[in-house]
C-alpha cells in the first residue's frame, strides 16, 4: 500500500487515486458514537482479498467511492497477472476496451490527459461508472466460470464418464 497524503498509489501499478474528500470525519456514517475509521484502515480492507464482500457502510459517500476505487485497482491488477498466467493459451482472456475504460476511471489523468486544464479527473460520477462497471465484470466473470464448469460436468455426463 502507498497512501501519501491520502492519495492511494498501488503496488506495481503507475496511477494515482486521489481522495477527492479532504476533510476529515470524527465519527462513522451509520453510528454517532463510533469514531470514524482512519483513510489506512479503509485501504486495507479494500486490499484484502475479501473486499467485494465490504459494503463500507460506515463511511461518508465519498470515501466509500474511494474505497471502491481502491478495490477495483486491485481486481484491475488481478486481471493483469491473470492474463499474463493465461498467454500462450489457445484463447482470448480479457477484453482489452473494458480493461482500458476500466483504468480510466479509476486512475486519476495526469498530463495531456486532463481535460482543458479541469482538476478532479475523473469525475466523481465517472470513477462510480467504473465502480460499478468494474462490480458487473466481476459479476459476469463469475457467472461464465460456473457455466463453464456445468458446460464441463454435462460434457462428461454426456460421454458417460465417471466424475471422480
Not at 17 to 27: F, L, P, S, Y
Not at 49 to 59: G, H, M, V, Y
Not at 136 to 154: G, H
Amino acid at each position: 500500500m502507498a497512501l501519501i497524503m491520502n492519495d492511494y498509489r498501488p503496488t506495481n501499478m503507475a496511477g494515482t487515486i486521489r481522495r477527492h474528500e479532504r476533510r476529515e470525519h470524527t465519527h462513522s456514517w451509520i453510528l454517532g458514537s463510533t469514531p470514524y475509521p482512519s483513510v489506512a484502515s479503509l485501504v486495507r480492507r479494500m486490499e484484502d482479498p475479501n473486499r467485494s464482500q465490504d459494503a463500507l457502510s460506515e463511511f461518508y459517500n465519498s470515501d466509500a467511492l474511494f474505497g471502491f476505487a481502491i478495490g477495483a485497482a486491485a481486481d484491475i491488477r488481478e486481471r493483469v497477472a491473470r492474463r499474463v498466467q493465461q498467454q500462450g493459451q489457445d484463447r482470448v482472456v480479457g477484453d482489452p476496451q473494458m480493461h482500458h475504460l476500466l483504468m480510466l476511471g479509476v486512475f486519476d489523468w495526469m498530463g495531456d490527459d486532463i481535460f482543458r486544464g479541469g482538476q478532479n479527473f475523473p469525475s466523481l460520477a465517472f470513477r462510480y461508472s467504473c465502480v460499478l462497471g468494474n462490480s458487473l465484470l466481476k459479476r459476469i466473470e463469475r457467472s461464465d466460470a460456473e457455466v463453464r464448469l456445468l458446460d464441463q460436468l454435462i460434457g462428461l455426463l454426456a460421454n458417460g464418464r465417471d466424475l471422480e
